[in-house]
């Protein structure tokens, strides 16, 4: 495991950098039994970290597949900086996926992936070590694809990604094989590229993670969008502006002062309290002369509103 | 030209080509022995009784093999029949190897044009039979010269007719390589391609020759006799005799019926692999 320090040198190539926006448009992808894509529309902007969310199932990969040219759409648009990726000229240079993690050569090293793949996009084969030393692989280029663990693969499939210095980076689950450690260096080095100006859109289905990562969220199910936005915005349009977390000694009294808020009495002796903000009970429980010894606003967290959000969407069709 | 780069490297970069270079070549050592033998007790010194009961034209096809020419391109081409399976089977790989290891998404990622994708990996494999070829030609040159010397035959290694048989079967290597880059894109499962190919190739030259045979005798349809030059290791046959033997067909025809395999299934291949769903 490389130090977490390492994600500083990301080794800027200086090629010209264009509007990195993705604008996908009514992409549609019916195949015989199902609609795995359903008319979905959503924008994801530059220098943020946008997750991608749905359950296992919801068209996710499918949509970044779409969007990669890799699969052709029963309707609609995908472009990544106004053009589709069919059309950009070297597009390594513009646009870096990781789609999924065993995509190597099994008899073949990690340097002879990257540089077959440097050799295709026109990139000088010194780029292979580069962004092998971005991951920290280095020490493990010479070693067939094989004898990698899933942690590896899938920083190798980051390599592969960073090749071209892109602008734009698609990660499909790209937290998937690795340890607590290598995803909070896939996260450092994710919110890094994005405070350099690049758009990232990585999909995931684990909620606590994008919490941590992103700042916006796109949230499909069943192929269609549910929501999109920043994701503090996403969580408050939930309508439920939160709960308070109160301790007493005088619970009883502080239900009283408060009047109309619902208040349930939890088993460890701690109140929650609905329909009031935190500095209402306060000032409740000042002029009531009530000692509280917690006052704690609960946000609703992505994984609830996630779960409500998808509720009665078929996950598998 | 930076994809076909691209495509070499990748046959370079893994095991398969070296071990089916040396599979073509100890192959290509137990061909030449068996042809020596073949030419030696067959053509050369043919025992007594092997003489009756020969019809016209065997006899003729016998005495056409005698000639030195005949006999040089013959010796001169041995290795053919296993180098180019290997030389398919390496085309067919190239094809299947993305979708066996999932490597076409890197591919199609870096490369969005799949048709210039299948193009670089044709000349990447059609290169790679023609290097097959020089080091096959290299080995049985001299392995000739010496063979039909000590035979007291003069090796007619100038003659045109033996050149054009050095020269049809580069083609061949050549062919074959597309051929087997067209079988790819047709049959995606990598076991699924090389072992029906390997079995029609083995196999089926054979049978089509007794299917043949068995239904002229029976039908005495003698133009079926004629079909059996449409199957493609025959064709190639024909194509690399390099001289014209009573009762077959003009030997450039084979070179015809090669290239319209090879371009009938790359062409439908490469179609496919167009608008097919990656993932």
Request: one cysteine or more.
């Amino acid at each position: 495991m490389p130090p977490v320090d390492r994600v500083h040198d990301t080794v800027p190539m200086g090629y010209e950098i264009t509007d990195g926006e993705i604008v996908v448009s009514g992409l549609t992808k019916h195949y015989k039994q199902v609609k795995a894509v359903d008319g979905l529309s959503f924008t994801v902007k530059p220098g943020r970290v946008t997750g991608f969310l749905g359950p296992n199932g919801a068209g996710k990969t499918t949509t970044l597949r779409l969007l990669l040219n890799l699969v052709t759409p029963t309707a609609g648009t995908g472009t990544i900086g106004g053009h589709r990726y069919a059309d950009l000229a070297d597009p390594l240079q513009h646009v870096g996926a990781v789609l999924e993690a065993s995509s190597a050569h099994r008899g073949r090293t990690g340097r002879n992936h990257l540089r077959i793949i440097c050799a295709a996009a026109g990139l000088p084969d010194s780029r292979a070590d580069e962004v092998l030393e971005l991951v920290g692989l280095a020490p493990a280029a010479k070693r067939k694809f094989k004898g990698y663990s899933l942690g590896m693969r899938q920083r190798l499939g980051i390599a592969a990604a960073m090749l071209g210095d892109p602008r734009v980076l698609i990660l499909d689950e790209p937290a998937n094989g690795l340890d607590p450690e290598g995803i909070r260096w896939m996260r450092d080095l994710l919110q890094k590229l994005a405070n350099e100006g690049r758009t990232i859109l990585v999909s995931s289905h684990l909620l606590s993670e994008m919490e941590l990562l992103a700042d916006d969220v796109v949230i499909i199910a069943a192929g269609k969008l549910i929501a999109q936005g920043p994701l503090e915005k996403v969580i408050a349009e939930m309508g439920d502006v939160g709960q308070v977390r109160v301790r007493t000694p005088d619970a009883d009294k502080l239900a009283a002062a408060l009047g109309s808020a619902t208040v349930v009495k939890g088993d460890d002796g701690s109140l929650t309290i609905r329909g009031v903000d935190a500095a209402a009970v306060g000032e409740a429980a000042l002029a009531a002369g009530i000692v509280l010894h917690e006052l704690t606003t609960e946000r609703p967290d992505l994984e609830r509103v996630f779960l409500d959000l998808t509720a009665g969407k078929e996950a598998i069709r | 030209m930076r994809l076909i780069r691209s495509e070499f490297l990748k046959i370079r970069t893994t095991n398969v080509w070296w071990l089916f270079a040396m599979g073509a070549l100890l192959l290509l050592a137990l061909a030449f022995a068996i042809n020596a033998l073949n030419m030696h007790f067959g053509v050369l010194n043919p025992p007594p009784e092997a003489q009756q009961g020969i019809d016209a034209e065997q006899a003729a096809q016998l005495a056409a093999l005698k000639a030195p020419a005949a006999l040089t391109s013959y010796m001169v081409t041995s290795g053919q029949y296993f180098g180019l399976m290997f030389v398919m089977l390496i085309g067919i790989i190239t094809i299947t190897n993305e979708f066996y290891h999932q490597t076409a998404t890197s591919t199609f990622l870096a490369t969005p044009h799949r048709t210039a994708v299948i193009m670089a990996k044709t000349v990447a494999a059609g290169i790679f039979g023609a290097l097959l070829w020089a080091v096959t030609t290299a080995i049985t040159i001299p392995a000739t010269i010496i063979f039909l010397n000590a035979e007291g035959v003069e090796p007619a290694l100038g003659d045109s007719a033996v050149l054009r048989a050095i020269g049809l079967n580069l083609v061949a290597y050549v062919l074959w390589a597309l051929i087997g880059i067209g079988i790819g894109v047709l049959i995606r499962s990598q076991v699924g391609a090389t072992v029906t190919a390997m079995v029609v190739y083995t196999v089926g030259t054979i049978a089509v020759a007794i299917i043949i045979q068995v239904l002229v005798n029976l039908l005495h349809w003698d133009w079926i006799e004629d079909a059996q030059w449409a199957f493609p290791s025959i064709a190639s046959g024909l194509m690399v005799s390099g001289v014209d033997l009573p009762g077959q067909p003009h030997y450039w025809i084979g070179g015809l019926i090669l290239l319209g395999w090879a371009a009938v299934t790359g062409l439908i291949g490469t179609l496919i692999t167009r608008t097919r769903d990656i993932s």
